[in-house]
């Protein structure tokens, strides 16, 4: 079974930084496009940052320069480093794969950047 845990979430002030680590199980991650999402109350769910197999990213606008996305094969793990966090970074985050056509999401790890 597909299983993936979210952790690394928690309060900050802006300016400072968090690293967020997805656990997986049930599927080696080195072979599959993965995701950070990110979802505020009341939003939609948003992509944050795409990492493929072949290791190119690809960011949304509001976190370029200041979000790292990458995968750890040894532990199989997908992370994000995240840089300068700012309020409105405020949102619960998500990771996901798509693995056999099913999109598979974690629980989420809640992240509150305070002003």
């Known amino acids: 079974q597909v299983q993936l845990v979210e952790s690394g979430g928690g309060l900050v002030q802006a300016g400072g930084s968090l690293r967020l680590s997805c656990a997986a199980s049930?599927?080696?991650?080195?072979?599959?496009?993965m995701g950070w999402y990110r979802q505020a109350p009341g939003k939609q769910r948003d992509v944050v940052a795409i990492i493929t197999s072949r290791g190119s990213t690809n960011y949304a606008d509001s976190v370029k320069a200041r979000f790292t996305i990458s995968m750890d094969n040894a532990k199989n793990t997908l992370d994000l480093q995240m840089n300068s966090l700012k309020p409105e970074d405020t949102a619960v985050y998500y990771c996901?794969?798509?693995?056999?056509?099913?999109?598979?999401w974690g629980q989420g790890t809640q992240v509150t950047v305070s002003s």
């Open positions: 996901g794969v798509v693995n056999r056509g099913n999109v598979y």
């Open positions: 049930g599927i080696d991650i080195s072979g599959r496009t």
